[in-house]
């Protein structure tokens, strides 16, 4: 199980999936495409495809990023990737 993660600053964190959950149910209440147990549901694949990618590497936020989009459109849920991308964009552009 992944257990740490690269920070944007290039230090290494604690992995935390309710990061993602929480992230993915923002976009989907801005959607209304599903409710909070789906998100939980897809931070679960995320996961998946995190521990098969990243098996002797560590993961950055932004490689994180990229699999949750990729798992919301290969889920369906298009209006919400999208709400997740445009996010994503807004806060790129802040930093």
Known sequence: MLQQIIKRDGTVAP???DKITE???TAAKSTGEFNPQISLK???LVLESL???F???LPTVENIQDIVEET???QNYAKT???YILYRKQREKIR
């Open 15 to 17: 992995f935390q999936q």
């Open 23 to 25: 992230a993915i149910g």
């Open 42 to 44: 897809i931070s679960d």
């Open 51 to 53: 521990a098969k990618k």
């Open 55 to 57: 098996q002797n590497v």
């Open 72 to 74: 919301l459109i290969a």
């Open 81 to 83: 990737a999208k709400a």
